[in-house]
């Protein structure tokens, strides 16, 4: 681990962090080729990341989309009631699916680092079998405990009958996630997308549609959902069969050091999981204990908008775990750290711009899923506040996991979740929905700044510079406008409008205060590739 850097905030916005690599380039101290090595490699970092994040942003929004109108068909064509029961025993299997998956992220470090095929397929098929592996016993765990569950929340038949179509789905559901991480290791961006963006999402919906029109059963949609899965994992795992010639196999030269390698570095990250999944995903429990079903749609509805502001974020993780890991392994530490500011600010602009209509617009946004629903309208700005808080960080977590800390982003982990629990029941138990909306607020916003912390003291990385003030500053006229649209404009008219000319506000702005020489060669290389090469 790397000694904390001291370096300030505002030297590094004024130099756009140029200093030197590593070790091997302090003897050249700031030699112009030494310079340039590092503008080389933080340009081609920065371009790889940027391609991932420019094709996966438009298939992750469509995939949002199709998210949300999926929970729209099921909230419209079903009571409050019936969808908060499927809600809920989706995110109890989700929990569980989560904490298997904790097993997984070793695929994106040493995928880009495999020295052969042979490597990279052991890779694979060894993840593969002990994801899967994991799924299916915690998949007969939750389908042995559905009834005990059922009867101890008082929820009924029903609830047991959707968490066991759930539990028998859960190792198809890990197989679609097993695929696309290792999609990602091997920079697929396309077929990642392909998969996981458009391909599940829009089964997903046509499921849903099914499911109301058709055959009036949530229990039809639990089926198409597991199925639609299941079937998208395996046309991506044929796809890199036939195109990438993977070959699954448990047998390699060295295969022995490789599981013990594979395991010694997830085995924290999947125990970390449970700490990390209890924060994601431990609402849904408690709500099962003290609150409604309505209460379980209703958050669940609320964490599906909220994560509407983490496209950009979600964009930009696609590929930065490979080009991360690849930077720390040949020890580019400058150019490492150049990478998180430029990318954590291109998260905050574009995610200031999506969190100010959201929460402005609450009230209209809720109405999309039924009236029940707008009634809650108040609570939505702190889902959003929530996300907002995350995403300014930008990819603290990945970068903890990629710089090898995945022990120090395990301590960390736990000590949210020993937070978590002694806040969360009290505030739930007390004030009911409002608490436990305020523990997710007060969770997602200190664990970040505490990952932030933890990696500036291990690594010397740190996201933010002064050039991180200017979408906050650009944002207050968007609000102004937003505002002044929706109370002077009838109907759907005020949101439209007041996002679109919000929009153009806030970038005019940006425009004003500037852009850096990175942000702009970064837009030029990026136009002349699409231009030229197409996506």
């Known amino acids: ?84 029961l499927f809600a809920l025993a989706r995110r109890l299997q989700r929990f569980l ?24 397929d052991a890779l694979v098929t060894f993840a593969s ?43 198809a559901s890990v197989w679609l996630f097993t695929v696309s991480e290792a999609l990602r290791g091997l920079e697929e961006v396309v077929p990642l997308n392909l998969a996981l963006r458009i391909g599940f999402p829009a089964g997903q919906l046509l499921v849903a549609v099914a499911g109301v029109v058709v055959f009036d059963d949530l229990a039809v949609v639990a089926v198409g ?44 990250l999947f125990v970390g999981g449970i700490a990390t999944t209890i924060q994601r995903l431990g609402f849904y429990p408690l709500i099962v204990v003290f609150l409604s079903n309505v209460a379980g749609g209703v958050f669940a509805i609320g964490v599906l908008l909220g994560s509407l502001v983490r496209l950009p974020l979600m964009g930009i993780n696609q590929f930065i775990p490979p080009v991360a890991a690849a930077l720390n392994e040949e020890g580019h530490r400058e150019s490492l750290s150049r990478l998180y500011h430029v990318t954590s600010r291109l998260v905050l602009v574009a995610v200031t711009g999506l969190s100010v209509p959201v929460i402005v617009y609450r009230e209209s946004v809720l109405a999309l899923f039924g009236p029940t629903y707008v009634q809650y309208a108040p609570l939505l700005p702190w889902f959003v506040l929530a996300q907002f808080g995350a995403c300014a960080a930008g990819s603290v977590g990945i970068l903890l996991a990629m710089t090898d800390n995945q022990r120090a982003l395990l301590a960390v982990n736990v000590f949210i979740t020993a937070f978590l629990t002694v806040t969360a029941i009290p505030l739930t138990s007390a004030y009911g929905l409002e608490g436990l909306v305020a523990s997710y607020f007060l969770m997602l916003t200190i664990n970040n700044g505490l990952e932030v912390a933890v990696l500036y003291r291990l690594e ?36 439209v409008l007041g996002t679109v000319l919000g929009l153009a506000v806030y970038g005019l702005v940006l425009g004003r205060l500037g852009f850096t ?4 060669r970064l837009a030029e290389t990026l136009a002349e590739r699409y231009r030229v090469r197409g996506w």
Do not use: C
């Open 1 to 84: 681990m790397a000694p904390a850097a001291d370096q300030s905030i505002a030297a590094g916005a004024e130099r756009d962090e140029t200093a030197t690599d590593g070790p091997e380039s302090a003897a050249a101290g700031d030699a112009p080729d030494a310079d340039e090595a590092v503008e080389a490699r933080l340009a081609d970092a920065l371009e790889r990341v940027a391609h991932g994040a420019t094709v996966s942003i438009p298939s992750i929004l469509l995939e949002r989309g199709l998210s949300v109108a999926f929970t729209a068909v099921l909230t419209n064509g079903f009571s409050a009631n019936a969808y908060g």
């Open 460 to 495: 010397g990385l740190q996201p933010f510079t002064t050039l991180h003030a200017k979408p906050l500053v650009a944002a207050v006229p968007f609000v102004a406008v937003a505002v002044v649209a929706g109370a002077t404009l009838p109907g759907w008219t005020g949101p």
């Open 517 to 520: 020489a990175v942000e702009r």
């Open 97 to 120: 699916l989560n904490v298997a998956l904790g097993f997984r992220s070793g695929l994106s470090r040493f995928l880009p680092n495999a020295e052969s095929s042979e490597e990279r």
């Open 225 to 268: 959902v597991v199925g639609v899965m299941a079937l998208t994992g395996t046309v991506a795992a044929a796809w890199l069969v036939t195109e990438r010639g993977l070959r699954f196999r448990l047998r390699s030269p060295g295969e022995e050091v490789l599981w013990r390698r594979y395991l010694s570095y997830t085995l924290p």
């Open 129 to 171: 079998v002990l994801l899967f592996a994991v799924a299916s016993v915690f998949g007969v765990l939750l389908y042995v405990t559905a009834p005990t569950i059922a009867d101890l929340t008082g929820r009924g038949a029903d609830f047991r009958g959707l968490l066991r179509l759930f539990a028998l789905g859960l190792p």
